[in-house]
């Protein structure tokens, strides 16, 4: 059984930072991929930022407005993965979501794995 538990999410008024958290634990074999994304009340869910077990960062296209002040990283040692948020802005008020690609052994397929997710809301 694998588990994302993100943590880090609040209130925030506008220009205000915070700081996202997601730990994978349970049966893991390796963590490749793991990714940002955040759904807005009555939007789509979109990917936000990835991140690769090498430490290459990728900001989706559709989140244009977040290169800048979002940044992705992650500590391998830990099967974590953050994202910091500076300059906060009330429309990055969303559930933000991890997301992540997980071995649970040698031998058996990549699954992907899903968060419950973490309210970010941003008003003054």
């Known amino acids: 059984q694998v588990q994302l538990v993100e943590s880090g999410g609040g209130l925030v008024q506008p220009g205000g930072s915070l700081r996202l958290s997601c730990a994978a634990s349970?049966?893991?074999?390796?963590?490749?991929?793991m990714a940002w994304y955040r759904q807005a009340l009555g939007s789509t869910r979109d990917l936000v930022a990835s991140?690769?077990?090498?430490?290459?960062?990728?900001?989706?296209t559709a989140a244009d407005s977040v290169k800048g002040r979002f940044t992705i990283s992650r500590d391998n040692a830990k099967n974590t993965v953050y994202l910091q948020m500076n300059s906060l802005k009330p429309e990055d008020t969303a559930v933000y979501y991890c997301?992540?690609?997980?071995?649970?052994?040698?031998?058996?397929?990549?699954?992907?794995?899903w968060g419950q997710g973490t309210q970010v809301s941003v008003s003054s």
């Open positions: 991140i690769t077990s090498g430490g290459s960062a990728t900001y989706a």
């Open positions: 349970g049966r893991i074999f390796r963590v490749n991929t």
């Open positions: 997301n992540a690609d997980i071995k649970t052994a040698a031998l058996v397929p990549t699954n992907n794995y």
